[in-house]
């Protein structure tokens, strides 16, 4: 049997990548792989219930260290739950958002150091990192306009941040993509939604040689 992968989407807020994880596991779904589809914060009972600590209230209720902090260990509760029990049963395991989003969200945007989570991580997961990341990059703006209209208010702590933190954001995400250009996929995410699912089976497909299909709709 093959090994199944690990795939990551990544990517500021409203990029699409709640969307592309739909249409994406439709698509493993045509070609009857196994897949299970999860995100961070959460993924887990113990992840799920750390999200509702950090998505939600006023912007600076935490302060970023003990915002990264919780990030990681809902991480460490996530793959220790969910991840690696999928991964062992031979299911792929396709993840929105993963430690990316901690390295630029709290290390490089709020400015706690990437150096010492890069640390911890190791601590905490050795060199377990996801086989393939899809980085959804679009300019901060086209992505908050497209929160704004999706009329949530809920889990929009991280919206409220001001375009500055986003614009950081989007940096950091660059920067990371250069450092890891074998993991990291960067895919314009202003094309329309079935623009991008089909670059991302061309990414998946050419990564683990599979033959999956674009999907119309999920
Ligand atoms: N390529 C696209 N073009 C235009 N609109 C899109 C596209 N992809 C998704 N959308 C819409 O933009 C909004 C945000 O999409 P989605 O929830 O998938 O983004 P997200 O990256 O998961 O957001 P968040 O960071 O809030 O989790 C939704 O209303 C969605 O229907
Ligand atoms: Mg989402």
């Keep these: 049997m093959r090994k199944p992968g690990f795939i990551t989407l990544e990517g500021g807020e409203g990029a699409g990548k709640s969307t ?6 439709a698509a493993f779904s045509a070609a009857g792989l196994g897949l299970c589809t999860t995100r961070e914060p959460g993924g887990s009972p113990g992840g799920e219930a750390i999200r509702g600590l950090v998505v939600n209230g006023a912007a600076d209720k935490w302060h970023p260290v003990t915002e990264s902090l919780l990030f990681m260990t809902a991480r460490y509760d996530h793959l220790e739950a969910k991840i690696n029990p999928a991964l062992a049963r031979g299911e792929w395991v396709l993840c929105d958002r993963f430690y990316d989003s901690t390295y630029v969200y709290q290390g490089v ?14 601590h905490l997961f050795g060199n377990q990192a996801p086989d393939l990341t899809l980085l959804l990059d679009l300019p ?3 992505g908050l306009a497209r929160t704004a209209s999706r009329g949530n208010v809920d889990e929009s702590r ?17 920067a990371l993509a250069t450092k890891y250009p ?30 999956l299909i674009p999907q119309e709709s999920a």
Excluded: C
Excluded at 159 to 169: A, I, R, V, W
Excluded at 195 to 203: F, M
């Design 182 to 211: 074998e993991r990291i996929h960067s895919i314009d995410a202003t094309q329309s939604a079935s623009h991008v699912h089909a670059a991302i089976v061309s990414a998946v497909n050419a990564r683990f040689g599979l033959a």
């Design 158 to 174: 991280f919206e409220s941040m001001g375009l500055e933190y986003h614009e950081q954001l989007r940096a950091g995400f660059h």
């Design 140 to 142: 901060p703006s086209v």
């Design 109 to 122: 945007a709020k400015a706690v150091g990437t150096a010492w989570l890069d640390q911890l991580y190791a």
């Design 20 to 25: 592309q994880v739909r249409l994406l596991a």
